[in-house]
């Protein structure tokens, strides 16, 4: 019997989503440590040294076995630039959810990428790993990511209180939700 991958390369009409390797390194570095792109981040502190984004990507290599992924967002063409990620984390097996988080470099924001990888990530949630709900956290303040998400179909349903604790401070997320029938109807 052939094992299906649960987290396979996907492409789009303009780009390429591939599972993290040491070669993104540099990229994952420049992406985390910039302020703007890191601005609603409140996960993680911004990356100061290049250690930072070879543990990020030692965190989420072999995803098959892990259960987790990141994929690059590669524009397709000639230069092949990275510009992005999104990937799935905690995943609960039992009841078929995973949450999906994503960033984009800034010179590509409002373009539609974000928008294209998600969708091909979306059904490649729903249709290699058998998710039936896809939670995504978002920043009170990132009114573009929640554009997005309604965009997608997900749902707001409220406030996660208290979601992270960043440099001392409590930050409260908007908590959506995409289940697997309305992703369906669509």
């Known amino acids: ?10 492409e789009t009409d303009r780009l390429l989503l591939r599972n993290i390797t040491n070669e993104d390194v540099d990229f ?4 985390f440590s910039d302020e703007r792109v890191c601005k609603f981040l409140y996960d993680e502190e911004i990356y100061i ?17 892990k259960g987790h992924n990141r994929w690059v967002l590669v524009k397709k063409g000639a230069n092949k630039e990275q510009i992005g990620t999104c990937g799935y984390d905690n995943w609960d097996r039992m009841n078929n959810i995973a949450e999906i988080g994503y960033d984009l470099w800034h010179e590509f924001w409002g373009q539609g990428y974000m928008k294209e990888a998600l969708i091909s990530a979306i059904e490649s949630g729903f249709n290699h790993m058998k998710l039936n709900r896809i939670n995504a956290f978002v920043a009170l303040d990132n009114v573009n ?9 997900f749902v707001n349903e409220g406030v996660y209180r208290d979601k992270h604790l ?21």
Not at 28 to 31: A, E, H, K, Q, V
Not at 145 to 153: H, N, R, V
Not at 167 to 178: A, P, Q, T
């Open 166 to 186: 960043f440099r001392g401070k409590y930050y409260d997320h908007y908590s959506f939700s995409l289940l697997k029938r309305d992703w369906n109807q669509q």
């Open 1 to 10: 019997m052939i094992e299906h991958k649960k987290f396979p390369n996907l």
């Open 28 to 31: 994952i570095y420049r992406l």
């Open 49 to 65: 040294s290049r250690k930072d984004a070879i543990e990020f990507v030692e965190w989420n290599q072999d995803p098959e076995e």
């Open 145 to 153: 990511s929640m554009k997005l998400l309604e965009k997608l179909g």
